[in-house]
T-cell receptor, first 115, second 115 residues
Framework: AQKITQTQPGMFVQEKEAVTLDCTYDTSDQSYGLFWYKQPSSGEMIFLIYQGSYDEQNATEGRYSLNFQKARKSANLVISASQLGDSAMYFCAIFDPGNTGKLIFGQGTTLQVKP | DTGVSQDPRHKITKRGQNVTFRCDPISEHNRLYWYRQTLGQGPEFLTY??????LEKSRLLSDRFSAERPKGSFSTLEIQRTEQGDSAMYLC???WGQGLSYEQYFGPGTRLTVT
């Protein structure tokens, strides 16, 4: 079974600085996908970035990049130039390739950006 | 607005009552998911529909829970004889399911409080 571990319950970062949110995963599948979602206090889950297990390059989406280290089974999210609006809960998730596409989420990391 | 919508956004009910939630996915998406999220935790998968067929149900989905997706369009999630442990955010997501990305778009959620 797939599993996601996020070991940082809470993180602080100064505005305009970069921050790394950790995510490790466990899976026995060769094909899988890793996602990061942002959940602000309003509750909606916002897709940030996706990395496929066969993608050779690390995914990037604007200020978000995914540091994918397959051998270590880690998929850390890097947010560059943090903004106050980045304060939210961040979830790492693994895509279950068992033909359903369900996501298995970690416990989340709360990020607070300080002015 | 062509995003995923959910209704109601908030529901307060007394223990033992039945409740029903509705989810309208993005119109061209054939896959629909229900997740449950308790405070401070990541979302947990409940059930999955491909078009109108319910193809997977989590063990979290007890006999008191039932979900439908008639005609492969909107979906409903009903909880019978609610218990205080049912208090949570219920999230609906949809996807097109092309390739391996399976990016899921989430609705704003329905927050259920059972008193």
């Amino acid at each position: 079974a797939q599993k996601i571990t996020q070991t940082q319950p809470g993180m602080f970062v100064q505005e305009k600085e970069a921050v790394t949110l950790d995510c490790t995963y466990d899976t026995s599948d060769q094909s899988y996908g890793l996602f990061w979602y942002k959940q602000p206090s309003s509750g909606e889950m916002i897709f940030l970035i996706y990395q496929g297990s066969y993608d050779e390059q690390n995914a990037t989406e604007g200020r978000y990049s995914l540091n994918f280290q397959k051998a270590r089974k880690s998929a850390n999210l890097v947010i560059s130039a943090s903004q106050l609006g980045d304060s939210a809960m961040y979830f790492c998730a693994i895509f279950d390739p068992g033909n359903t596409g369900k996501l298995i989420f970690g416990q989340g990391t709360t990020l607070q950006v300080k002015p | 607005d062509t995003g995923v919508s959910q209704d109601p956004r908030h529901k307060i009910t007394k223990r033992g009552q039945n409740v029903t939630f509705r989810c309208d996915p993005i119109s061209e998406h054939n896959r629909l998911y229900w997740y449950r999220q308790t405070l401070g935790q990541g979302p947990e998968f409940l059930t999955y529909f491909q078009n109108e067929a319910q193809l997977e149900k989590s063990r979290l989905l007890s006999d008191r829970f039932s979900a439908e997706r008639p005609k492969g369009s909107f979906s409903t999630l009903e909880i019978q004889r609610t218990e205080q442990g049912d208090s949570a955010m219920y999230l609906c997501a949809s996807s097109w399911g092309q390739g391996l990305s399976y990016e899921q778009y989430f609705g704003p959620g329905t927050r259920l409080t059972v008193t």
